[in-house]
C-alpha cells in the first residue's frame, strides 16, 4: 500500500534550476535512505544522489557535485533533489527508491515512477 511519486519535472533552458520532489504516502519516508536516478535514452541507468535515514554524508554522483542538492522534510514525508545550474547532459527520466545502490526495480522495497527533466535551448 505505500508508494512514491515524483514531480517537479519539465522543460528548462541550460542554467535554469528544477526542484524535484519524492513524496511518500503509506510508510515513513524518514526510516529509509533515499536514492535518486536517472536513466536516459540508450544509456545505463546512474545514480545521482543519496541522502541517508540520518542526513549524514549525503552522496552525489561527480556529475553532479556543487550543482545538485538532496533534503528531507520529514514533516511532509518528502525528499527533494534541487538542481542547479542544468546542463542539456542532465536530460533523462529521474525516479528516486529506498536505497542508494541503482538495484533492480524489484529490489527496492519502494521506488517511484519518475519524472522527466528535459534541458534543452
Known amino acids: 500500500q505505500g508508494q512514491l511519486v515524483e514531480s517537479g519535472g519539465g522543460l528548462v533552458q541550460p542554467g535554469g534550476s528544477l526542484r524535484l520532489s519524492c513524496a511518500a504516502s503509506?510508510?515513513?519516508?524518514?526510516?529509509?535512505?533515499i536514492g535518486w536516478f536517472r536513466q536516459a535514452p540508450g544509456k545505463e541507468r546512474e545514480g545521482v544522489s543519496c541522502?541517508?535515514?540520518?542526513?549524514?554524508?549525503?552522496y552525489y554522483a561527480n556529475s553532479v557535485k556543487g550543482r545538485f542538492t538532496i533534503s528531507r522534510d520529514n514533516a511532509k514525508n518528502t525528499v527533494y533533489l534541487q538542481m542547479n545550474s542544468l546542463k542539456p547532459e542532465d536530460t533523462a527520466l529521474y525516479y528516486c527508491?529506498?536505497?542508494?545502490?541503482?538495484?533492480?526495480?524489484?529490489?527496492?522495497?519502494?521506488w517511484g515512477q519518475g519524472t522527466q527533466v528535459t534541458v534543452s535551448s
Open positions: 503509506g510508510f515513513t519516508l524518514a526510516y529509509y535512505a
Open positions: 541522502i541517508s535515514s540520518s542526513d549524514a554524508s549525503p
Open positions: 527508491a529506498t536505497d542508494c545502490r541503482p538495484l533492480s526495480l524489484s529490489e527496492y522495497d519502494y
